[in-house]
């Protein structure tokens, strides 16, 4: 079993940044994939970010792709996704999420654990 937290959730004018972090329990961070989704009011929960177990590889959306950085530190059990130059659709809940399965990192569905999301707001 995997508990995940976010944190560095907050409002943020646009062109501002953020920093969000997730601290896992349980069994060691090395073992997994991490991943950032993002989930807006009314929309489906989306990809954001994902990260190999080594921290060698790295995945983006296109929409975030320049702007946001994901990174891990095995030895605090924690991954990371810095957001620079927020716009106003960046506004969601953001979910940081844990997988040991195979198959696409895009899909919500081949995580198998998930936090209980972190609030980021961007004012225009």
């Known amino acids: 079993q995997v508990q995940l937290v976010e944190s560095g959730g907050g409002l943020v004018q646009a062109g501002g940044s953020l920093r969000l972090s997730c601290v896992a329990s349980g069994r060691p961070s090395s073992s997994y994939i991490m991943g950032w989704f993002r989930q807006a009011p009314g929309k489906e929960r989306e990809f954001v970010a994902a990260i190999a177990s080594t921290g060698r590889s790295t995945w983006y959306s296109d929409s975030v792709k320049g702007r946001f950085t994901i990174s891990r530190d095995n030895a605090k059990n924690t991954v990371y996704l810095q957001m620079n130059r927020l716009k106003p659709e960046d506004t969601a809940a953001y979910y940081c999420?844990?997988?040991?399965?195979?198959?696409?990192?895009?899909?919500?569905?081949?995580?198998?654990?998930w936090g209980q999301g972190t609030e980021v707001t961007v004012s225009p």
């Open positions: 999420a844990a997988r040991l399965r195979g198959g696409t990192i895009y899909a919500t569905s081949t995580y198998d654990y």
